[in-house]
């Protein structure tokens, strides 16, 4: 009898189980490739309309010519170069941002470009291009230097461009992307000694804006861009950024790539909530040694450019986030991604462009039972305890630990 008691308790235990390794329910078709000949290296990615530009350099070094390439994504079964946007000698982009304005200044796609020295140091400049037609690329205005750029159009009508450096966050309202405006500066408070890459990420619609910047996470309230409300830090590792809603809230998604400070690589996810800090939540890690880079949000999910792993699509929906779908080439060095209306482009250091199939992402947000489904497992190790207790106590006659005793009372008397 009680060895089957025992069967019983490990069947409990093993139904409802620890956290599983990994899964991926999809990997993403390839719909076409393309790459530049004579070759080149593969950087950041910007997709607006059906417009991709990504940035290249040349095979002997940054410092031996690099340019964004323009292509028409029309068709994304036949991707072609209609263009290329030269940078100034020494220098290489460090980040790219694009997207559409319909505003009282300007109607079209604008790119931007955010301009480093190929030998490192301080980033130079940020330029906007027109490139409505993307054929002819035309541009429209240049300001001070950002190691990230992050553009989006306000429901008000007005555009805002994010720009990061080490030193803090500079706002500009590109209405007229022909005569850009500062209107906010936010400065990080000393001491601002904490490492790692400047990046700034708006929300889609301009009014929040998360910056991982001198070793801290920081919300940043846009409602009025003059006077942004910054609360922070989340101490801890920064990295490219992206920011999704979550039905009930929204968080910051951030790549560490486990150099600076060293730790392990992995996402670290943040609950957003204007004018209060961000709170760090559980942060989401794989097994191997690979890091993850740049990537881009919609709706609950994450679309991160993961290197030698290729590309992860994680789904942040459910109370553990999980991988829904994957890329991987021979070889993968995946370095940057962009989404289309039904497709997914990534970058590829040494092998191009990749465009694959966009996985659906109507499971949006998380329902009740999908949210308790999930947290069975973690409920693994307490129904193993109760099955391991309860279970044998019952088969043997006994209550369980702190349950009443209910003893009959002695025919014809009530209990007093």
Same mark, same amino acid.
């Given at each position: 009898?009680?060895?089957?008691? $025992? ?54 070094? @940054?410092?031996?010519? #690099? ?12 991707? %072609? ?5 030269? !940078? ?97 500066? $936010? ?57 999704? @809603? ?18 392990? @690589? ?35 999910? #994450?679309?991160?450019? $993961?290197?030698?792993?290729?590309? %992860?699509?994680?789904? !942040? ?50 329902? !009740? $039972? ?22 044998? %106590? ?23």
């Amino acid at each position: 009898m009680r060895a089957r008691l $025992w069967t019983v308790a490990a069947v409990l235990f093993l139904s409802t189980g620890a956290a599983s390794e990994e899964v991926v329910e999809a990997n993403l078709k390839v719909v076409s490739r393309f790459a530049a000949d004579p070759p080149a290296v593969y950087g950041d990615l910007t997709v607006v309309a059906t417009t991709a530009v990504v940035a290249t350099e040349e095979p002997a070094g @940054p410092c031996a010519g #690099a340019s964004a390439a323009v292509l028409s994504v029309k068709d994304a079964r036949k991707p %072609r170069v209609v263009a290329s946007i030269p !940078f100034p000698a020494g220098s290489v982009a460090a980040d790219l941002d694009s997207t559409t304005i319909e505003s009282e200044g300007f109607t079209g796609d604008m790119l931007a470009i955010a301009l480093a020295p190929c030998t490192g140091g301080p980033a130079t400049s940020v330029v906007y291009y027109d490139v409505t037609d993307p054929s002819e690329p035309r541009m429209l205005s240049r300001t001070a230097g950002a190691t990230s750029v992050s553009l989006a159009p306000r429901p008000d009508r007005r555009v805002l461009a994010a720009r990061a450096t080490a030193a803090g966050v500079e706002v500009d309202d590109l209405s007229d992307p022909s005569a850009p405006t500062g209107v906010a500066t $936010w400065s990080v408070p000393p001491p601002a000694a904490g490492c790692g890459a400047a990046t700034v990420a708006l929300y889609d619609d301009g009014e929040l804006a998360a910056a991982a910047i001198a070793g801290g996470v920081y919300t940043l309230g846009l409602t009025e861009p003059s006077r942004p409300t910054v609360a922070g830090p989340a101490e801890g590792a920064g990295g490219h950024v992206g920011v999704l @809603p979550l039905g009930n809230r929204t968080i910051a998604v951030v790549a560490e790539d486990g150099s600076c400070p060293p730790g392990e @690589p992995g996402l670290r996810v943040l609950t957003l909530e204007p004018g209060q800090p961000p709170v760090d939540a559980i942060p989401l890690r794989y097994a191997g040694t690979e890091s993850p880079g740049r990537l881009v949000a919609s709706g609950a999910y #994450a679309y991160v450019a $993961w290197h030698g792993a290729g590309l %992860r699509v994680v789904d !942040f929906a459910e109370v553990r986030a999980k991988t829904v779908a994957q890329f991987v080439p021979a070889n993968a060095d995946v370095v940057g991604v962009a989404l289309l209306g039904e497709h997914v482009v990534v970058s590829d250091a040494y092998q191009g462009l990749f465009v694959l199939e966009r996985p659906d992402e109507g499971g949006g947000r998380a329902t !009740f $039972w999908s949210q308790f489904l999930t947290l069975l497992q973690y409920l693994g190790g307490a129904m193993f305890l109760a099955a391991l207790f309860v279970v044998p %106590r019952l088969a043997m006659g006994r209550s369980p630990v702190g349950a009443r005793s209910r003893v009959p009372s002695p025919a014809g008397r009530r209990p007093a």
